[in-house]
């Protein structure tokens, strides 16, 4: 398990109370390779498909719990040859809708990783705003990001270097923002991109983690699913991004090229 600790502040009482909220970012790859169903499989079964389905429902789930509602806020991202929003960054007590991700077909990480950097001041100054309206000071904590993906970094019909998206990831992830990644690759997704863009402790050890291939895509998008919900759940009550590798999954090594 790798855990990155963020101090907590407890609720102080009445309508004027200082509380700690987070803000979480669930980014789906939409491209093609995600509505493509494995040969003879039906449509539905695609990949993207199951986690349509699914994360509303788990978000449902963790609007239910008491705690959780009140100090965490969700945001859905898809990004294939751009990114959107499919659900706006929202406190997780009011039910948004998450629309439907259009089509596309790169997987353009440069694209999604630039874009959270540049909405992030805009999501925080967002829940503020709400939270003073219910008459609440916010201390807000570092970002937690779910990344679901099946494929390498591609845009504009070529592969996309390393360099182009990890400018983007290192201003994400380093101060101001200081976000933690977790880094969930589907079948088809490359093991060293997931390390290189996850986080995690100072010894190697990421929240990177890689489909083992002998899972089927509805097992699989559930188990993913049923991670990110036990992670958010054990994280917002320990302060801390915590998440353990999804069952057909398992963690990332860290790369050769990175130990070097």
Known sequence: MVTTQQPTAPFEGARSA???????????????????????AAPQDAPLQH?????????????DSPVINS???????????RPEVLRPMTSLVQAVAIGKPRLG?????????????????????????????EGLTVDVARPWVFFITDGRPYARSANQETAEWMVHRDRLVNL???ARIAAIGLPGADRDTLWELATGDDNGSR?????????????????????????????????????????GMRRIDRPRRARD
């Open 18 to 40: 200082r509380i700690r909220t987070y803000l979480i970012y669930i980014v789906l790859d939409t491209s093609e390779s995600m509505r493509t169903p494995a040969r003879g």
């Open 51 to 63: 986690f349509v389905n699914l994360i509303p429902r788990m978000l449902r789930d963790l609007a």
């Open 71 to 81: 100090i965490a806020s969700v945001s859905v991202l898809a990004f294939n040859d």
């Open 105 to 133: 077909y790169g997987t353009d990480y440069a694209s999604v990783l630039k874009f959270m950097v540049e909405q992030h001041p805009k999501d925080v100054r967002a829940v503020n705003l709400g939270r003073a309206r």
């Open 176 to 178: 101001p923002i200081g």
């Open 207 to 247: 929240n990177a983690f890689i489909s083992d291939r002998r899972t089927t895509p509805r097992e699989l998008s559930g188990s993913v699913v049923d991670a990110i919900q036990q992670s958010i759940g054990m994280s917002t009550s320990a302060g801390m991004l915590t998440i353990e590798s999804p069952v």
